[in-house]
């Protein structure tokens, strides 16, 4: 059975006549006649008496006539909430980025907006390797990606050929340590010393740690580390961390509030830490309408999130 037979029949009962209703839905009168038939083949019944002038419907036509103008009558509500639900989509962007970032940085970011972009986190991305994020680009699984990006050179940095960027802020990877009663570092960072320090680290094939090695080679008398667990999510290197089981470095940002109460403190100065940018990537020649509006501003020099920092220790 299709829509268009209950639209026949439907037709035929307004009109009254065969012809005026296949004139109605724009076929001959023959294949009208033929579809209304079917019709009452398919429902095994007889549903309209041809005997009367103006041909009238039998009580088994009457009913299905109010079944008829139901289902007509809600594919066409769902026709048109189909389309403007594409509408909607059709305006959003989809943007993948590290839970770190959709918590701590996304809000403040788009409050700076007088209008902010249409931009829907895509949440399946939060548990992602950076090359995860950049291949979701090259399948179209995103429109942008949000990430955070090592501030100076670095070997083995993923592919961007094909992909453009603007830089949204910066942050700072602090090394951070549980407080012994006396307020010091439970673990402290200290150049030359010969201990091993208990490291609480970030996946070895993730940008941030291949920040934090980088800069660690660059520093004189770097002390060896005991990784005792990897991670994705910084969330869950504040958590270990916060229980005493070793140091982390964490973004500024998700450790301000710990730090400015002493739930946590740095593990060492501000030699230690590590600066990130964080960068806005997408396709290039992937040209929604949305996606170059945002584009376009941020080329125009769209504000950036006021952030205080918090002060750093002096260096010895």
């Not at 005991?226 to 140091?247: F, K, M, P, T």
């Given at each position: 059975m299709e829509l268009r037979w209950l639209e026949d029949f439907i037709a035929l009962a307004r009109t009254q006549h065969f012809s005026r209703a296949a004139e109605e839905q724009n076929v001959t009168q023959p294949t009208f006649s033929r579809r209304i038939k079917l019709l009452e083949e398919e429902m095994g019944t007889t549903l309209v008496n041809r005997q009367t002038l103006p041909l009238s419907l039998t009580p088994a036509g009457e009913e299905f006539l109010g079944l008829c103008q139901e289902v007509t009558r809600r594919v066409a509500a769902t026709r048109q909430r189909l389309v403007h639900l594409a509408e909607d989509q059709a305006g959003q962007l989809r943007l993948a980025a590290p839970q770190s970032l959709?918590?701590?940085?996304?809000?403040?970011?788009?409050?700076?907006?007088?209008?902010?972009?249409?931009?829907?986190?895509?949440?399946?991305?939060?548990?992602?390797?950076?090359?995860?994020?950049?291949?979701?680009?090259?399948?179209?699984?995103?429109?942008?990606?949000?990430?955070?990006?090592?501030?100076?050179?670095?070997?083995?940095?993923?592919?961007?050929?094909?992909?453009?960027?603007?830089?949204?802020?910066?942050?700072?990877?602090?090394?951070?340590?549980?407080?012994?009663?006396?307020?010091?570092?439970?673990?402290?960072?200290?150049?030359?010393?010969?201990?091993?320090?208990?490291?609480?680290?970030?996946?070895?094939?993730?940008?941030?740690?291949?920040?934090?090695?980088?800069?660690?080679?660059?520093?004189?008398?770097?002390?060896?580390?005991?990784?005792?667990?990897?991670?994705?999510?910084?969330?869950?290197?504040?958590?270990?961390?916060?229980?005493?089981?070793?140091?982390?470095?964490?973004?500024?940002?998700?450790?301000?509030?710990?730090?400015?109460?002493?739930?946590?403190?740095?593990?060492?100065?501000?030699r230690w830490e590590v600066p990130l940018e964080i960068r806005l990537f997408r396709r290039r020649g992937h040209d929604p309408a949305a996606l170059e509006a945002l584009w376009e501003s941020l080329s125009g020099g769209a504000a950036l999130p006021r952030h205080t920092p918090i002060p750093t220790p002096e260096s010895p």
């Amino acid at each position: 059975m299709e829509l268009r037979w209950l639209e026949d029949f439907i037709a035929l009962a307004r009109t009254q006549h065969f012809s005026r209703a296949a004139e109605e839905q724009n076929v001959t009168q023959p294949t009208f006649s033929r579809r209304i038939k079917l019709l009452e083949e398919e429902m095994g019944t007889t549903l309209v008496n041809r005997q009367t002038l103006p041909l009238s419907l039998t009580p088994a036509g009457e009913e299905f006539l109010g079944l008829c103008q139901e289902v007509t009558r809600r594919v066409a509500a769902t026709r048109q909430r189909l389309v403007h639900l594409a509408e909607d989509q059709a305006g959003q962007l989809r943007l993948a980025a590290p839970q770190s970032l959709l918590a701590y940085f996304l809000p403040e970011w788009l409050a700076g907006w007088a209008s902010p972009p249409p931009l829907t986190p895509y949440l399946r991305a939060t548990g992602w390797l950076a090359s995860d994020f950049f291949e979701a680009l090259a399948r179209d699984e995103c429109d942008l990606v949000l990430c955070y990006w090592p501030a100076g050179a670095c070997p083995l940095m993923p592919e961007t050929e094909g992909l453009a960027h603007h830089c949204l802020g910066h942050e700072r990877m602090i090394p951070t340590s549980l407080p012994e009663a006396d307020g010091r570092p439970r673990f402290a960072l200290q150049a030359g010393a010969r201990l091993t320090l208990p490291l609480i680290a970030y996946h070895p094939r993730g940008l941030i740690d291949l920040a934090l090695r980088s800069h660690l080679d660059e520093l004189p008398g770097a002390p060896r580390f005991r990784v005792l667990h990897e991670s994705i999510q910084s969330g869950n290197i504040r958590e270990l961390v916060g229980l005493g089981y070793g140091l982390g470095w964490l973004p500024e940002r998700t450790v301000r509030d710990d730090l400015a109460v002493g739930r946590l403190v740095r593990a060492g100065d501000a030699r230690w830490e590590v600066p990130l940018e964080i960068r806005l990537f997408r396709r290039r020649g992937h040209d929604p309408a949305a996606l170059e509006a945002l584009w376009e501003s941020l080329s125009g020099g769209a504000a950036l999130p006021r952030h205080t920092p918090i002060p750093t220790p002096e260096s010895p």
